[in-house]
């Protein structure tokens, strides 16, 4: 398995403002994974952070919005940028190796 | 038609007793199955996997899978308070994973 944490673990953020979140993984894992889940929700799928080269975004969601890095196969950040209360959820992060995927803590944001 | 396709519930079981959780998906392909648990205001933890037809037991879990239905479930026997909690199915069908909209299971003391 792999433990994964995730900073900040909550922030209140203005409209208009960005954030990023940073993803640790406790080892190397190939696969990183970007969610999001509204209150009440399930998890949707923003993207698959690719070491070394640009995400993979699903639909609905697009890089100027959500820029994600993956400079290493145990760190990834995502970034909310110009951020609106449309924006308010948890967003978390998902490794693993293999098939199995671990989530991290999640970062709860709530956009004024 | 939903990709993975879950009862919101709320299942109610009095504890003791076995809670049977139940998810369809729509994608042929998929290879791997998950459960996921997930208590209010935590992220979700992975309680068990299955990939191959059949059943797979862990504890007081056992995954059920059948793929011909496309149909997979989970037991919980001898259910406890402390499984109250949504329970997520998962489909992965290449490399990330599709999750259903949960099931929130009550165990009643």
């Known amino acids: ?112 | 038609q939903k990709e993975v396709e879950q009862n919101s519930g709320p299942l109610s079981v009095p504890e003791g007793a076995i809670a049977s959780l139940n998810c369809t998906y729509s994608d042929r392909v998929s290879q791997s199955f998950f459960w996921y648990r997930q208590y209010s205001g935590k992220s979700p933890e992975l309680i068990m996997s299955i990939y191959s037809n059949g059943d797979k037991e862990d504890g007081r879990f056992t995954a059920q899978l059948n793929k011909a239905s496309q149909y997979v479930s989970l037991l919980i026997r001898d259910s406890q308070p402390s499984d109250s909690a949504t329970y997520l199915c998962a489909v992965n069908r290449g490399r990330a994973l599709t999750f259903g909209s949960g099931t929130r299971l009550q165990v009643q003391p």
């Not at chain 1, 190397?28 to 969610?35: A, K, R, S």
């Not at chain 1, 009440?40 to 952070?49: F, H, K």
């Open chain 1, 1 to 112: 398995s792999a433990v994964i944490s995730q900073k900040p673990s909550r922030d209140i953020c203005q409209r208009g403002t960005s954030l990023t979140i940073q993803c640790q993984v406790d080892s190397q894992v190939t696969m990183m994974f970007w969610y999001r889940q509204q209150p009440g929700q399930s998890l949707t799928l923003i993207a698959t952070a690719n070491q070394g080269s640009e995400a993979t975004y699903e639909s609905g969601f697009v890089i100027d919005k959500f820029p994600i890095s993956r400079p290493n196969l145990t760190f990834s950040t995502l970034t909310v940028s110009n951020m609106s209360p449309e924006d308010s959820s948890i967003y978390l992060c998902s490794g693993g190796q293999d098939r199995e995927q671990y989530f991290g803590p999640g970062t709860r944001l709530t956009v004024t």
